[in-house]
C-alpha cells in the first residue's frame, strides 16, 4: 500500500516561497507518477498543479504555474519536491500529492486518474 505525506505549507508574503515535499512510502517499482493537486478555498475539484512520472521522465505544469513552480524528485529519499516562487494569493489552497502507477505527466491530469493521496498541506499566501 503506497503512503504519501506532504510536508512544507504554510504562511507566506506574495511574492515569497515555499517548499512543498511529499515522501512516498510503499512504491515498490519505478513506473510511477506523482502529481501534486490544489483545492482552493470554496472550490470542489482539485486542481492538477504538477506532476513528474517515472514511467516515461515526463514532467508537466498547469499553465499558472509556469516559471514558477519547479518539480523534482529524491529517489534514494522517496520524495519529490514542489519548489514554488513567486507565490501570489490565488496560489492559496491544501496542497495535495497523488501516486499512481503507468501514468505520463505529458498534459493535463486529474485527481480521478491518482489512487494514493496524501493529507494535504496548507498554503496561505497573504497579499
Known amino acids: 500500500e503506497v503512503h504519501l505525506v506532504e510536508s512544507g505549507g504554510g504562511l507566506v508574503q506574495a511574492g515569497g516561497s515555499l517548499r512543498l515535499s511529499c515522501a512516498a512510502s510503499?512504491?515498490?517499482?519505478?513506473?510511477?507518477?506523482i502529481g501534486w493537486f490544489r483545492q482552493a478555498p470554496g472550490k470542489e475539484k482539485r486542481e492538477g498543479v504538477s506532476?513528474?512520472?517515472?514511467?516515461?521522465?515526463?514532467?508537466y505544469y498547469a499553465d499558472s504555474v509556469i516559471g514558477r513552480f519547479t518539480i523534482s524528485s529524491d529517489n534514494a529519499k522517496n520524495t519529490v519536491y514542489l519548489q514554488m516562487n513567486s507565490l501570489k494569493p490565488e496560489d492559496t489552497a491544501v496542497y495535495y500529492c497523488?501516486?499512481?502507477?503507468?501514468?505520463?505527466?505529458?498534459?493535463?491530469?486529474?485527481?480521478?486518474?491518482?489512487?494514493?493521496w496524501g493529507q494535504g498541506t496548507q498554503v496561505t499566501v497573504s497579499s
Open positions: 510503499g512504491i515498490t517499482s519505478d513506473d510511477y507518477a
Open positions: 506532476c513528474i512520472s517515472s514511467s516515461d521522465g515526463s514532467a
Open positions: 497523488a501516486a499512481d502507477r503507468w501514468l505520463s505527466c505529458s498534459g493535463t491530469y486529474y485527481e480521478v486518474d491518482y489512487g494514493s
